[in-house]
């Protein structure tokens, strides 16, 4: 038996006696397989073993990286709460005793990282603190202050929101995940129905999969809910308004693409693409053909030519496209940060972004 999996097991009997009977009889072995069978017990996974070369998790990380580290943040380690005082213990998936330990049970308010607290979070407080991402408007301001909006400057560098941002979307104005361009009002959290508005109210806790019998008993009409729309606005200029909301969001996703393209090459005069898989993400296009190779896609060749405009429109493109739910997590916010940047890089090139709709 691995230390990792020791650890677990261990883990899931102290926990065990600390349940009431009920539940364990019922399910706590059906409970153990499902978050073995999810992402956070998935203990294989980069996001736990990114640092065993180094020996352990950086304290920047480990709130979000590591068991041990996510204790240390609750204060559940006797250190104070709401800080990484220790680096944490490589290999370790985020278990049943971070979620379950008493401190975590109790947890109700949150910070983000433009310093704003969330409040009556409940069950949901532990998901909030580790997919709240690590930027904020905030951040690009505070990069950008005194620059010339449209001048590249060598001082620049792509700012990345993260990975997995539910949380920063859903509370959209509130916590200013998104790079929120000045004199534009931005919706604030996705007040959903009480039965699907947390969370934990959507997402299984132990799987991470979204229980989608309850959103399609109300959104009838549809077969998945990948087609859930409430609104009827064309947000993308298509011409189509038939499909789900996550229709609007994938073209105005590609139109803020060409946009990134089409600026980078006319105003800062240096050909940029994007590489969903590749950190940092946005790379010099040095052959210009608008995609980047392998080749390409290797941090020496990231992106260098940032101004303003660009990066503040490029940290909306990765925000929406790290958040894999961010049409169900909050589509008025998302879709007016991607409207705004578009709108944005237009002031600069010529982009037809009169046929968008803004929320
Ligand atoms: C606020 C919580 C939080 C903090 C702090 C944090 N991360 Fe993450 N990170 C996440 C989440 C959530 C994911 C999950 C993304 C996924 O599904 O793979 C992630 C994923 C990653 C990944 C995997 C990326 C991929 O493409 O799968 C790397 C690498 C990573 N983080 C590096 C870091 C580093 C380095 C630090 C410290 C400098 C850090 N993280 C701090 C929350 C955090
Ligand atoms: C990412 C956080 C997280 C992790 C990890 C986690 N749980 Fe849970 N667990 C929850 C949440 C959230 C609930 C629901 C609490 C609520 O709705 O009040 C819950 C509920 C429970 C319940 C009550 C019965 C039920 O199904 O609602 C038991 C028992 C339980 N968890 C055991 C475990 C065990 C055993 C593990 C490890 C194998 C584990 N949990 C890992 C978050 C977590
Ligand atoms: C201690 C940090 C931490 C906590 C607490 C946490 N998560 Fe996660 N979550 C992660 C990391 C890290 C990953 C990515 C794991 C991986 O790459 O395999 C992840 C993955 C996920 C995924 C799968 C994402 C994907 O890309 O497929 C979902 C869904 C999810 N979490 C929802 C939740 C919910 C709901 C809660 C609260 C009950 C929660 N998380 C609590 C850190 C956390
Ligand atoms: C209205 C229901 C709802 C709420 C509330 C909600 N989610 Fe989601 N979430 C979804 C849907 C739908 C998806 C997209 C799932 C898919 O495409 O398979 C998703 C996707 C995700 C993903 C990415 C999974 C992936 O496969 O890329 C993560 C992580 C996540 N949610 C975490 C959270 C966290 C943390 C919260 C609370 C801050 C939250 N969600 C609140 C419905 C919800
Ligand atoms: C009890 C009924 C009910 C349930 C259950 C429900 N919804 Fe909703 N949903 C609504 C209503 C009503 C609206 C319109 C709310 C508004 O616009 O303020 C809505 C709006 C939405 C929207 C916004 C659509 C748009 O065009 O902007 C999305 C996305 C969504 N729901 C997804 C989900 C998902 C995913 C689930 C399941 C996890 C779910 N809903 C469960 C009633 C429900």
């Known amino acids: 038996m691995s230390a990792t999996r020791l650890l677990l097991s261990f883990a899931a009997l102290a926990l065990a006696a600390a349940m009431p009977v ?58 104070a709460p709401l800080s990484v005082e220790h680096p944490a213990t490589i290999n370790t998936a985020i278990g049943c005793v971070a979620c379950h330990v008493s401190e975590a049970e109790t947890l109700d308010s949150v910070p983000f990282p433009s310093g704003v607290t969330i409040g009556a979070l409940g069950a949901s407080a532990t998901c909030t603190v580790c997919h709240q991402g690590r930027a904020s408007t905030d951040t690009v301001v505070a990069a950008t202050r005194g620059l010339a909006p449209d001048a590249v400057s060598e001082e620049l560098s792509f700012i990345n929101v993260h990975y997995d941002v539910a949380a920063a979307v859903r509370y959209g104005a509130e916590v200013r995940g998104g790079f929120q361009y000045e004199g534009r009002s931005y919706a604030s959290r996705f007040d959903h129905v009480p039965s699907a508005n ?38 993308d200029g298509d011409g189509a308004t038939d499909g789900g909301i996550r229709d609007e969001f994938e073209g105005l996703h590609a139109i803020l693409h060409d946009a990134i393209l089409t600026y980078a090459r006319d105003i800062a005069e240096a050909p940029i693409g994007y590489a969903e898989d590749s950190f940092p993400y946005f790379f010099a296009d040095s052959d210009g053909d608008g995609r980047i190779d392998a080749s390409e896609a290797v941090f020496p060749n990231r992106y260098a030519s940032w101004t303003p405009r660009l990066l503040g429109a490029a940290y909306n493109y990765q925000l929406v496209a790290k958040d894999g739910g961010a049409w169900a997590h909050n589509p008025a916010y998302a879709i007016q940060l991607l409207h705004d940047s578009v709108a944005s890089l237009s002031e600069r090139v010529d982009l037809d972004a009169g046929r968008l709709a803004r929320p």
Do not use: K
């Open 22 to 79: 009920a539940a364990q009889e019922s399910s706590l072995s059906e409970i153990t397989e499902a978050w073995l069978n999810g992402q956070h017990g998935d203990y294989r996974s980069p996001s736990y073993t990114h640092w065993n070369e180094d020996g352990a998790v950086p304290t920047d990380c480990a709130a979000c990286h590591s068991a041990t580290g996510f204790l240390d943040w609750l204060g559940a380690d006797d250190t």
């Open 198 to 235: 947390s969370c934990v109210a959507c997402h299984a806790p132990h799987t991470g999969e979204v229980e989608t019998e309850g959103c399609l008993s109300c959104h009838q009409g549809v077969s998945d809910i990948t087609e859930i729309r409430t609104r009827l606005a064309d947000f």
